[in-house]
């Protein structure tokens, strides 16, 4: 019905109705609007500054750089004291890097004179072999770093020797045992030398085994062949240990950190 001739034609729902539908209509335009401005902010590639999803993964060199899931063995008889104290050795069979009173290193070995817990050797050849004459040990301080020494004496000058921790020192030829006092051992492998004269006679002027006064390490000579003279030191732990070679008498002293 017209009310007249500028009037508006009322709604055959009502105003009330009319005006929500409005609302609704404004509202549906405003959300479509904001799904197509997602949509095209999510297209965007890396030249638009958005990101590539597929580089949310890691990349084949990322992975690879991470922490492995196993570490490398302990090798066989090398537990090793990080420190003059105590503890045990880091992964691999290397120590830490903190050094005993004095300054002495106790990480991979330089020579046989720095401190390590890996084995120290010196392959020296002579035309003859020498004599092993006596065999001692006792405690040493040298500038705050105290330490146990095994001292072999020699005639004829001094042999070639390998030194390294073993689970067990064995006799040569038989395989039996060695006893050995404490929990560690350490076995001594001296090359062109012997312990007997050539009558066969030992050469020792000491006991072929024995203990420190102050009971941390013990001795004893393992075997006596063909130019080889194997001896076995027990301690009750594995710690560094230095190989020196003194002169006047010739001697072998090997060094174990307390």
Same mark, same amino acid.
């Not at 209509?25 to 479509?32: H, I, K, M, P, S």
């Not at 890996?118 to 392959?123: E, L």
């Not at 066969?200 to 050469?203: A, F």
């Given at each position: 019905m017209m009310s007249g001739s500028g009037a508006r034609p009322a709604h055959p729902e009502g105003p009330g109705i009319a005006w929500r539908r409005r609302g609704a209509?404004?509202? @549906? %335009?405003?959300?479509?609007a904001l799904v197509l401005v997602a949509s095209l902010a999510g297209c965007g590639g890396a030249g638009s500054g958005g990101q590539d999803t597929?580089?949310? /993964?890691p990349s084949p060199r990322a992975a690879a /750089? @991470?922490?492995p899931s196993t570490f490398p063995s302990q090798p066989a008889g090398s537990g090793v004291s990080s420190s003059p104290g105590g503890g045990s050795a880091g992964a691999g069979g290397v120590p830490g890097a903190t050094g005993p009173a004095g300054g002495a290193s106790v990480g991979p070995r330089v020579d046989a004179r720095s401190w390590s817990g890996?084995?120290?050797?010196?392959?020296r050849r002579l035309t003859a072999p020498v004599r092993l004459l006596s065999l001692r040990s006792a405690p040493n301080v040298d500038g705050g770093t105290r330490y146990e020494r095994v001292v072999l004496e020699f005639a004829g000058g001094l042999p @070639?020797?390998?030194a390294q921790y073993v689970p067990e020192v064995v006799r040569p030829g038989s395989g039996a045992p060695l006893p050995l006092a404490g929990k560690a051992a350490l076995e001594l492998v001296l090359t062109s030398a012997t312990a007997h004269d050539d009558q %066969?006679?030992?050469?020792l002027g000491t006991p072929s085994d024995g203990r420190d006064p102050s009971g941390a390490l013990s001795y004893a000579l393992a075997g006596d062949f063909e130019g080889m003279v194997?001896? %076995?030191i @027990?301690?009750?732990r594995a710690t560094s240990f230095r190989v020196l070679e003194l002169h006047g008498p010739d001697r072998l002293a090997i060094d174990f950190l307390t």
């Open positions: 209509v404004a509202l @549906g %335009g405003t959300a479509l597929a580089s949310m /993964s /750089s @991470g922490f890996q084995p120290a050797s010196n392959a @070639g020797y390998h %066969g006679v030992s050469t194997h001896i %076995g @027990g301690l009750a």
